[in-house]
T-cell receptor, first 114, second 116 residues
Framework: AQSVTQPDIHITVSEGASLELRCNYS??????LFWYVQSPGQGLQLLLK??????LVQGIKGFEAEFKRSQSSFNLRKPSVHWSDAAEYFC????????????FGKGTTLSVSS | GAVVSQHPSRVICKSGTSVKIECRSL??????MFWYRQFPKKSLMLMAT?????????EQGVEKDKFLINHASLTLSTLTVTSAHPEDSSFYIC????????????FGPGTRLTVT
């Protein structure tokens, strides 16, 4: 069965420091991978996605993620965190078939300290 | 482009009443829409998948008679919580995939339901 694991429930990073959020997936076919961000009481905003091609993908707000098939990972990174990055981050995997939903990890809460 | 709206953004209803939540794709046609439920500090739980013009497919453990889903057009899906109880209080989020079958889902801003 497909699954997504985000091992870190809560991470605190100092403003200006680098960030890496971990995501591991279990999926039988070629995965379509996503990172979403959610601010309190808000919906989900797509940060970036990986479908194929270059394994290092760039997203919005200075985020990037690297797909590593050998490790079944899709970790999210940012070189310098801003206080406004504090939010909930979700990794998700999707199927190629039309009409199928995304499978989400449990999320990682990012806090940014000054 | 690819904007999904939800209405209302917040609703408070009394126990035993029904409440309808609308999900609209504003600038594309959504052949498939999804309804998720999110508990505090928790991930999104898929409730059901709805395809335009056909019955929704519910996930295991989701009561289809309690959570009525209608996808009557390519731009509108509705979720009706019938005979609501306090335990139905939650954040409900819809998403949509476009008519071209692309994998991406576009999410609505969510609806906060509080049942008193």
């Amino acid at each position: 069965a497909q699954s997504v694991t985000q091992p870190d429930i809560h991470i605190t990073v100092s403003e200006g420091a680098s960030l890496e959020l971990r995501c591991n997936y279990s999926y039988g076919a070629t995965p379509y991978l996503f990172w979403y961000v959610q601010s309190p009481g808000q919906g989900l905003q797509l940060l970036l996605k990986y479908f194929s091609g270059d394994t290092l993908v760039q997203g919005i707000k200075g985020f990037e993620a690297e797909f590593k098939r050998s490790q079944s990972s899709f970790n999210l990174r940012k070189p310098s965190v801003h206080w406004s990055d504090a939010a909930e981050y979700f990794c998700a995997v999707g199927a190629g078939q039309a009409g199928t939903a995304l499978i989400f990890g449990k999320g990682t809460t990012l806090s940014v300290s000054s | 482009g690819a904007v999904v709206s939800q209405h209302p953004s917040r609703v408070i209803c009394k126990s035993g009443t029904s409440v309808k939540i609308e999900c609209r794709s504003l600038d594309f046609q959504a052949t498939t829409m999804f309804w998720y439920r999110q508990f505090p500090k928790k991930s999104l739980m898929l409730m059901a998948t709805s395809n335009e013009g056909s019955k929704a497919t519910y996930e295991q453990g989701v009561e289809k008679d309690k959570f009525l889903i209608n996808h009557a057009s390519l731009t509108l899906s509705t979720l009706t919580v019938t005979s609501a109880h306090p335990e139905d209080s939650s954040f409900y989020i819809c998403s949509a995939r476009d008519q071209f079958g692309r994998v991406e889902q576009y999410f609505g801003p969510g609806t906060r339901l509080t049942v008193t």
